[in-house]
């Protein structure tokens, strides 16, 4: 069954910090990955995206993402984090099959905890 | 521009009992997705509306049925409840007219609380 996998589930940075957060999946096909944002008691928010073309893609609030279809991963990275970035991150996967909707595959999700 | 909203916001039933979660998509939007997000996991699709019609469904029993009004609305019914269908209830829409990849825009939730 297909599946996603976010390898860190809490990480706690300091202000001005890199990030990396990982997602992996599995499926042989045509995907769309996807990152959402759940800040603390807000809705999931999109974060980025990626549907075809440039595997570097960026998106809001100075996060970008890269996708190697080789290595069946879409991190997410951040050169400088913030506190307002304390939040939880998920990773999402659709197949792009004959319909164009179609169902979101989660990752259990990572929690990102910014010192100020 | 309205996003997606839900209502109640909160609720709290006892097992054996049934509820109704509700959800209004985005402007412009015809398809309703809804999800479960147990507490420290990531959302798993239930089903999906379009058309008034379920489209696609996820690994859930029957107690677990929706519906889709002609203005796109969506209602996610839940019957004889279980202890596990504690859970925050997701209600994603996009658009099937729009045409290429869709992304799903969520709602704040309902949180349902089993007693």
């Known amino acids: 069954a297909q599946s996603v996998s976010q390898h860190n589930h809490h990480v706690i940075l300091s202000e001005a910090a890199s990030l990396e957060l990982g997602c992996n999946y599995s499926?042989?096909?045509?995907?769309?990955l996807f990152w959402y944002v759940q800040y603390p008691g807000q809705h999931l928010q999109l974060l980025l995206k990626?549907?075809?073309?440039?595997?570097l893609v960026k998106g809001i609030k100075g996060f970008e993402a890269e996708f190697i279809k080789s290595k069946f991963s879409f991190n997410l990275r951040k050169p400088s984090v913030q506190w307002s970035d304390t939040a939880e991150y998920f990773c999402?996967?659709?197949?792009?099959?004959?319909?164009?909707?179609?169902?979101?595959?989660f990752g259990q999700g990572t929690t990102l905890q910014v010192k100020p | 521009d309205a996003g997606v909203t839900q209502s109640p916001t909160h609720l709290i039933k006892t097992r054996g009992q049934q509820v109704t979660l509700r959800c209004s998509p985005k402007?412009?939007?015809?398809?309703v997705s809804w999800y479960q997000q147990a507490l420290g996991q990531g959302p798993q699709f239930i089903f999906q509306?379009?058309?008034?019609?379920?489209?696609q469904r996820g690994n859930f029993p029957d107690r677990f049925s929706g519906h889709q009004f002609p203005n796109y609305s969506s209602e996610l019914n839940v019957n004889a409840l279980l202890l596990g269908d504690s859970a925050l209830y997701l209600c994603?829409?996009?658009?099937?007219?729009?045409?290429?990849?869709?992304?799903?825009?969520f709602g704040p939730g309902t949180r349902l609380t089993v007693l």
């Open positions: 994603a829409s996009t658009s099937q007219l729009a045409g290429g990849p869709d992304t799903q825009y």
């Open positions: 402007s412009g939007h015809d398809t």
């Open positions: 999402a996967v659709k197949n792009h099959g004959s319909s164009n909707t179609g169902k979101l595959i």
């Open positions: 990626y549907f075809s073309g440039d595997p």
């Open positions: 509306y379009y058309e008034e019609e379920e489209r």
């Open positions: 499926y042989g096909g045509t995907v769309n």
